[in-house]
């Protein structure tokens, strides 16, 4: 069936709950296109009007045991893209994460030394209203603050702060909001 026929059947929702139902707790009127792959045994929240577009490529969704995933209200997340958290990651409401975007709060491995000892883990914020450009990717610690935007292909690892957009790898401003 069609997306739109089934919503105007009443079915969408329910499907989609059905899609999420790993999930710890699932809002009002979520939207599941295509694959939503849910692992680990960590709490995973999502918010009210959510929508998953993953028709062109699964979404993955992987908390770990003591590990926690919360998508706020409004937020969409595109195909390919994926979450991974062993403490906490964090999109506000109204965000938008585009397509192969790659979010987690561990690099599972230190660069230098012992490559069998895992790192701390570092909560990942996403606040409300950002936009992260597709394939990019956060890592332990980013913390994208209100409204700020973020170009295709950036790599971020830092604190980014609000209404600014950013690009590159490592992530550097493009440009600042005007105040009026």
Request: positive net charge.
């Amino acid at each position: 069936m069609r997306a739109p026929l089934m919503m105007m059947l009443g079915l969408g929702p329910a499907v989609a709950r059905l899609k999420l139902r790993r999930c710890g707790s699932v809002g009002a009127t979520p939207t599941v296109w295509g694959r939503v792959w849910i692992h680990g045994e960590g709490e995973i929240v999502i918010g009210d009007r959510v929508v998953f577009d993953a028709r062109m490529a699964p979404i993955e969704l992987h908390a770990q045991q003591g590990g926690r995933i919360v998508i706020q209200d409004d937020v969409t997340i595109e195909g390919g893209s994926s979450i991974e958290a062993q403490s906490c990651v964090t999109l506000g409401a109204r965000s938008h994460l585009g397509m192969w975007c790659k979010l987690m709060d561990n690099m599972y491995h230190p660069v230098r030394g012992n490559r069998h000892e895992r790192p701390r883990s570092v909560p990942l914020m996403v606040e409300e209203g950002v936009t992260v450009g597709s394939r990019s990717i956060l890592l332990p610690g980013a913390h994208l603050q209100k409204g700020a935007s973020v170009a295709s292909g950036t790599v971020i690892s830092r604190r980014i702060p609000p209404g600014v957009t950013v690009g590159g790898s490592p992530a550097r401003v493009l440009r600042r909001e005007v105040a009026r």
